[in-house]
């Protein structure tokens, strides 16, 4: 779990553009962070095993 204070330290408006970067929306880890989901790869497996992203199928063959 990432700390509280450095969630809190990333949501305030920087003052400049490239100092923000991305966190999970659920956990806020801010590395293997996918974009397209807004979420860690961590999180996003738990979320792809329970079937709530759509579009998304475990893999096997």
Not at 2 to 16: R, V
Not at 36 to 43: A, E, P, Q, T
């Amino acid at each position: 779990m990432a700390k509280k204070s450095l969630i809190a330290k990333q949501k305030k408006p920087q003052k400049y553009s490239t100092r923000y970067y991305n966190r999970c929306r659920i956990c806020g880890r801010p590395r293997a962070y996918l974009r397209k989901f807004g979420v860690c790869r961590l999180c996003f497996r738990v979320l792809a095993h329970r079937g709530e992203i759509p579009g998304v199928r475990k893999a096997s063959w």
